[in-house]
């Protein structure tokens, strides 16, 4: 059972990459899916957070814009499309899962309570050069 980010790497600014949130050993469609990322000396923050019962999405506000959060249900994944990469994403990106979609958009707004989520991945590094 695990919950694996695939999809970083080094880019350019201005590139565009999507980021897969795979579930291992279990299905996704019980669970609201939130992506966070980390960068460089800096503190987790919520990006995105997708409902498992009605697709409802939820956004930081600093992230609309140039991200999008998806699922797919039958690929048993999410995704996040980042578009016009700049040098500040550069970061590990974390997906992170729970039954209550409440409380994923809680913790995508409050990342310090990251321990009330019941998954998270590994993480995918994300290099943006300028």
């Known amino acids: 059972v695990d919950l694996v980010e695939s999809g970083g790497g080094l880019v350019q600014s201005g590139d565009s990459l999507r980021l897969t949130c795979a579930a291992q050993?279990?299905?996704?469609?019980?669970?609201?899916i939130g992506w966070f990322r980390q960068g460089p000396g800096k503190e987790r923050e919520g990006i995105a957070c997708i409902s498992h019962s009605d697709g409802a999405t939820w956004y930081a506000d600093s992230m609309k814009g140039r991200f999008t959060v998806s699922r797919d249900n039958a690929a048993n994944a999410a995704y996040l499309q980042i578009d016009n990469l700049k040098p500040d994403d550069t970061g590990v990106y974390y997906c992170?899962?729970?039954?209550?979609?409440?409380?994923?958009?809680?913790?995508?707004?409050?990342?310090?309570?990251?321990?009330?989520?019941?998954?998270w991945g590994h993480g995918t590094p994300v290099t943006v050069s300028s």
């Open positions: 992170a899962i729970d039954t209550s979609y409440g409380t994923v958009v809680r913790v995508a707004g409050t990342p310090t309570l990251g321990k009330y989520l019941e998954r």
């Open positions: 050993g279990f299905s996704l469609v019980e669970y609201a």
